[in-house]
């Protein structure tokens, strides 16, 4: 039998019971501490850039959950190329960003729980509403995150990913 999952969220630090439905990171792979204090480079909570040659914008990884209908969230950063990166900045606060094509990048996240290293999949990322993250949408292939996100999970495996990431 499953351990019972409680955390705190996140956002409001309300006790939550149940296994949580997203997870993220702070940074994409290549960014480090000691950035910060370089005038070419630049981390926020939305987009990264790293040594003014390196683009990347935060996303999510949806996930259906199959047996309560919930979404469970990875959050991901994706490299994009330097004119993508400019065109997302310029349309950052235009409502008409939703109407952009998916942009081409790669994911620059290591995940854990898949047995395969993540990063570096093919990735679309998709812009959606000012104020919501763009959805990341893997290319279709048999690595275990892009079969999740095509197929969805079920709670068992969210219980799986909070044994592995919750402390405790």
Not at 104 to 129: C, D, I, M, N
Not at 157 to 168: D, F, I
Request: aromatic residues 8%.
């Amino acid at each position: 039998m499953p351990a019972a999952h409680h955390h705190a969220c996140s956002c409001c630090a309300e006790p939550q019971d149940g296994p949580p439905l997203s997870y993220g990171s702070p940074a994409p792979v290549g960014w480090k501490r000691r950035y910060a204090w370089r005038r070419d480079s630049e981390l926020t909570a939305d987009q990264c850039v790293v040594k003014g040659r390196h683009f990347y914008v935060h996303g999510l990884i949806e996930i259906p959950v199959l047996d309560t209908g919930d979404t469970f969230s990875w959050g991901v950063w994706v490299s994009l190329s330097e004119a993508n990166f400019g065109r997302t900045c310029d349309l950052w606060e235009d409502p008409a960003r939703e109407q952009e094509p998916p942009y081409f990048g790669w994911l620059s996240t290591e995940l854990p729980g898949y047995g395969q290293s993540t990063l570096l999949l093919k990735a679309h990322v998709r812009t959606r509403a000012v104020g919501v993250r763009p959805l990341i949408e893997l290319e279709p292939t048999d690595h275990p995150l892009a079969v999740e996100q095509r197929e969805g999970v079920t709670a068992a495996r969210l219980g799986e990913l909070a044994e592995l990431l919750l402390p405790g």
